[in-house]
């Protein structure tokens, strides 16, 4: 039973890996679209030469390269540890299986 739950969290860390390395290509390689979650608005300093407008479209494209590059580090991250926990559920039952095999075979050696 644990080799299937080992299995599959394995293929949904793999999952998850891949669609943040994928996501990140796109954005990132082929410069595709990130939905703005930060919209920062147009500022007006005034100066001795009279108001100046600064425009923020740049800083709001930035933050949301940002918090989007930090958002698919946490995703890649977490579907490392659920493939490493599937990993470990692997190595227990293989373990188990290797001392109850080792347990039988002491017992036939005994009876010889």
């Not at 080799?3 to 082929?30: D, E, P, Q, R, W």
């Not at 920062?40 to 479209?57: C, E, H, R, S, V």
Request: aromatic share 8%; net charge positive; hydrophobic share 50%.
């Amino acid at each position: 039973m644990n080799k299937i739950f080992g299995y599959l969290l394995i293929c949904a860390g793999l999952g998850l890996i891949f669609f943040s390395l994928t996501g990140m290509y796109k954005v990132f390689v082929n410069g595709g679209a990130v939905m703005p979650v930060m919209q920062f608005a147009d500022m007006q300093i005034n100066t001795q030469y009279g108001p100046m407008l600064l425009p923020m479209k740049n800083l709001s494209t930035l933050a949301n390269l940002g918090l989007f590059a930090v958002l698919m580090m946490f995703v890649l991250s977490a579907g490392s540890k659920v493939a490493q926990i599937g990993n470990g559920l692997l190595k227990t039952e293989r373990l188990c299986e290797t001392i109850k095999n080792s347990q039988t075979e002491e017992e036939q050696l005994k009876k010889l």
